[in-house]
């Protein structure tokens, strides 16, 4: 019930609105229960003279409770008759209908918000934690957060309130049955008590299913990812048939923990029932026949414990439902806390400015064991284009992520205008940069949103200025909606040198001081590359350009080249004193 606890910590307000509906709504059906003994005792003993029921019930015929409901009655100045206790039934269902409908109205929404807010959490402690937290979480982790774990978190919501109702309508169903016949009632619950507790081996069963089911859950999910990404190449090669192999046992996996959840489920289901009928007969026949009780009483307290064991076992079946889902919510919990313990601080220092350019000095980092980077040094001049070249594995990527400041150098220092990077403001730096990937990560959607991504503090002339800066504006204004127009999926419907200029126009479209290539432009043909590099020679002045490349073009477009080799930089090309920045 620890879950329960919090959430009713985490949503105080409609956990009260809820509990308090619940409780009043019980309350006045439990007002119109009462009444029920006192209607089928005037409606039995019918007047011997008429023949047709009477009003009242004779005194010797009535209990101590029955006595009880007529005289609080009187005592309000109503006359007990069929009608009024009709009147009172009908308004006591009414009643707890219309508190009903406000309980679950508020299990929905809060349900919904549980689901909410558990994402949006997860997304932000995501989006907001360090690089190398982020670069060791498979993908198919966050992904199985947002899509399957928060739901079942929110269903763990629903059948936990859900409990608490079907409790609290078995207390009322209980406290109207003792004062009808308290021997009965605590006869019948004892044995109710035994059946539950005979069955809750199925509730342990459930529990261990959920978990299971969660831990296989994040295990398929993650994979399916993972495995998607090659899709392609896998199936050029005629090697799909590797993806079922692969996620065959996972699902079978997931299958078994599925059926021991619908099992548990299905046996409590079907054995409550059989045990609570036989039950309710065994003792109808006993007070009927052996104990003499009233036949109008023992009706009543067939509907009172009838109705009482059945909330009875509808509290373990919501409990079953609960421990089977919240696994899901501490797992979740689980993923937020580890992204909240590895926030990056970006917030503080000074604002970046980039007037005569980037410095490194003696920059060395190395993961786990291996160096990556050892004593590096180089200098990239503000206005210049510089391209950094070097084998697989040299270190040109972990080079850039130093420069973004996602990744602190274990030794040495950056520099932005002779300013230590440890004293900017890492969040003002960012913003004054565009990065261009390699892929080409176009959504399908518009043109004017693939360039602006919806920022609010850009607009068309933003877009504008960014495509005719990239050299896209030609193609984009000459299309059938232009900036309007889609893309296509991943831009299907855009050549891949239209792809990656709507991708620089993207980069440029915040009027950034440094513009970043990472391998961008690798997969184009050289005609692209060509014409790419021409409109990188045309932004050189107005800002800094930092590529990484393989291909000869950035190599001779660049004003200096840095060639990555043992973990150092040495100056490859250095045209400085040609090009010198506008």
């Not at 696994?327 to 926030?343: G, H, M, P, V």
Request: some cysteine; glycine content about 6%; aromatic content about 6%.
């Amino acid at each position: 019930m620890r879950l329960l606890f919090t959430y009713f910590r985490k949503y105080p307000r409609s956990s009260a609105i809820t509990l308090i509906a619940l409780l009043f709504s019980n309350l006045a059906e439990g007002i119109g229960l009462s009444a029920l003994l006192p209607l089928l005792n005037m409606v039995v003993n019918q007047s011997e003279k008429t023949g047709t029921p009477a009003d009242s019930t004779p005194l010797e015929s009535q209990n101590e409770f029955e006595r009880t409901v007529l005289e609080q009655l009187d005592a309000i100045g109503l006359d007990p008759s069929i009608g009024l206790l009709l009147f009172v039934i009908v308004l006591a269902i009414t009643f707890k209908s219309s508190l009903l409908l406000v309980a679950n109205r508020y299990i929905g929404y809060t349900a919904a918000q549980i689901a909410t807010d558990l994402r949006l959490d997860m997304l932000r402690k995501m989006l907001s934690s360090r690089w190398e937290y982020y670069l060791h979480q498979p993908i198919g982790r966050f992904t199985n957060g947002l899509a399957t774990e928060s739901s079942r978190a929110a269903k763990a919501f629903i059948s936990g309130t859900t409990l608490i109702a079907t409790l609290i309508q078995a207390i009322i169903y209980t406290t109207v049955a003792l004062l009808v016949s308290w021997t009965a009632t605590i006869g019948a619950l004892a044995i109710g008590a035994v059946i539950l507790g005979m069955l809750h081996f199925l509730v342990r069963m459930a529990r261990k299913a959920g978990k299971n089911q969660t831990k296989l859950l994040f295990s398929l999910i993650t994979r399916l990812t993972d495995t998607m990404q090659s899709i392609k190449p896998l199936t050029a090669m005629a090697r799909e048939n590797l993806v079922d192999t692969v996620l065959e046992a996972e699902t079978a996996k997931l299958n078994r923990a599925l059926q021991k959840q619908v099992l548990s489920s299905a046996i409590i289901e079907s054995a409550q029932e059989l045990i609570f009928v036989i039950t309710i007969a065994l003792g109808m026949f006993f007070a009927l026949v052996h104990w003499n009780i009233p036949f109008t009483t023992v009706m009543v307290l067939v509907i009172l414990l009838g109705r009482a064991l059945n909330q009875m076992g509808s509290v373990q079946k919501h409990y079953q439902k609960l421990m089977i889902n919240e696994s899901a919510y501490w797992s979740l919990q689980k993923t937020i806390t580890q992204a909240e313990q590895a926030r990056e601080d970006l917030d503080g220092g000074i604002p970046a400015q980039l007037n005569t350019g980037i410095r490194l000095s003696n920059v060395s980092f190395a993961y786990n064991e291996r160096r990556i980077l050892n004593n590096l040094s180089l200098e990239i001049p503000s206005g210049s284009l510089t391209t950094i070249i070097g084998p697989s594995g040299s270190g040109k990527t972990t080079l850039i992520d130093i420069i973004i400041a996602l990744l602190r150098p274990q030794h040495g220092e950056v520099f932005l205008d002779d300013t230590p990077m440890v004293n900017i403001d890492k969040r003002d730096w960012r913003q004054k940069i565009g990065y261009v990937p390699q892929e080409n990560l176009l959504l399908h959607d518009t043109v004017l949103h693939n360039v602006t991504l919806g920022d609010p503090t850009l607009d068309e002339s933003d877009a504008e200025y960014a495509l005719r800066a990239s050299g896209a504006w030609d193609f984009v204004s000459a299309m059938p909606e232009g900036m309007s127009s889609t893309a296509g999926e991943r831009g299907t419907k855009l050549s891949g040198g239209q792809r990656q200029r709507i991708m620089i126009a993207r980069a440029l479209a915040h009027r950034p001081k440094l513009l970043i290539l990472d391998e961008a432009t690798s997969a184009l043909d050289p005609a692209s590359e060509a014409a790419i590099c021409k409109t990188l020679q045309k932004l050189r002045g107005k800002l800094t350009i930092l590529a990484i490349s393989h291909q000869t073009a950035l190599v001779d477009s660049a004003d200096r080249v840095y060639k990555l080799e043992n973990g150092g930089a040495v100056i490859a090309t250095d045209r400085m004193e040609d090009h010198a920045p506008a």
